[in-house]
C-alpha cells in the first residue's frame, strides 16, 4: 500500500541555518505530494504541494521538488526563523477514492 | 471564510463510556476525513465522507464509527472508551474529489480517557 517514510527527527537548528527534511514515498500510480505544518496546540495547515513529477511546490520561503526518479518530496528553506518551529508531515494521496497517507512527521527546533 | 471547527476542544471521559466528536467543514466543502493523532502511532486514517456517504475507513474497531449529514457536518462516535483511545482527533474537509486537493484540517478535539 501507499506509504511515506520521513526522516526522524527532532531536528535542532540554529536561525538563519538551512533546512531539509527528507521524505520518500510508496505509491501506486502518479500520486499528488504535500507537506504540512502543525504548530503546537493546533491542526495541521497545508504549507505546500506538487501534483505532478518535476513539479516545485513552495510557500513562505519552503521549497519541495517532486522527483519521480527518486521517489522523494524533501522540503528545504533557506533560512529558518524560530517562528518556523514546529513539527511538518510529508504526505500523499494517490487517488480521488483514497485517504490523505501521512509520514510520522519530523520535529523542527529553532533556537535565536 | 470560516475553517474547519471542530467541538468540543477538550474531552475528558471514563473508561467504558462512549463520546461524540463534531466536526463542521469550510461552507461548500463536501468531503470530510478523520484522523487520530498520538505520539506513538502518529496519524492514523478513520474514515472519510463525501456527500453523506462512507468511502474510505481506517483499520479501526467497530467501536468506532461515524457520519456525515445533508448540510455536510460530520459526527465520529467511539464507544465503550478505552485508555488507548486518549488522542488528538483531527477532522478534514476538502472541496472536491481528485489528488489535486488537498485538506483544511480542523484544530482538533483533545480526548483523554482516564
Known amino acids: 500500500g501507499d506509504s511515506v517514510t520521513q526522516m526522524e527527527g527532532p531536528v535542532t537548528l540554529s536561525e538563519e541555518a538551512f533546512l531539509t527534511i527528507n521524505c520518500t514515498y510508496t505509491a501506486t500510480g502518479y500520486p499528488s505530494l504535500f507537506w504540512y505544518v502543525q504548530y503546537p496546540g493546533e491542526g495541521l495547515q497545508l504549507l505546500l504541494k506538487a501534483t505532478k513529477a518535476d513539479d516545485k511546490g513552495s510557500n513562505k520561503g519552503f521549497e519541495a521538488t517532486y522527483r519521480k526518479e527518486t521517489t522523494s518530496f524533501h522540503l528545504e528553506k533557506g533560512s529558518v526563523q524560530v517562528s518556523d518551529s514546529a513539527v511538518y508531515f510529508c504526505?500523499?494521496?494517490?487517488?480521488?477514492?483514497?485517504?490523505?497517507?501521512f509520514g510520522k512527521g519530523t520535529r523542527l527546533s529553532v533556537i535565536a | 471564510k470560516a475553517g474547519v471547527t471542530q467541538t468540543p476542544r477538550y474531552l475528558i471521559k471514563t473508561r467504558g463510556q462512549q463520546v461524540t466528536l463534531s466536526c463542521s467543514p469550510i461552507?461548500?466543502?463536501?468531503?470530510v476525513s478523520w484522523y487520530q493523532q498520538t505520539p506513538g502511532q502518529g496519524l492514523q486514517f478513520l474514515f472519510e465522507?463525501?456527500?453523506?456517504?462512507?468511502?474510505n475507513k481506517g483499520n479501526f474497531p467497530g467501536r468506532f464509527s461515524g457520519r456525515q449529514f445533508s448540510n455536510s457536518r460530520s459526527e465520529m462516535n467511539v464507544s465503550t472508551l478505552e485508555l488507548g483511545d486518549s488522542a488528538l482527533y483531527l477532522c478534514?474537509?476538502?472541496?472536491?474529489?481528485?489528488?489535486?486537493?488537498?485538506?483544511?484540517f480542523g484544530s482538533g478535539t483533545r480526548l483523554t480517557v482516564v
Open positions: 465522507y463525501f456527500s453523506e456517504t462512507q468511502r
Open positions: 504526505a500523499l494521496r494517490s487517488s480521488g477514492n483514497t485517504p490523505l497517507v
Open positions: 478534514a474537509s476538502s472541496a472536491r474529489e481528485g489528488t489535486n486537493y488537498g485538506y483544511t
Open positions: 461552507s461548500g466543502h463536501r468531503s
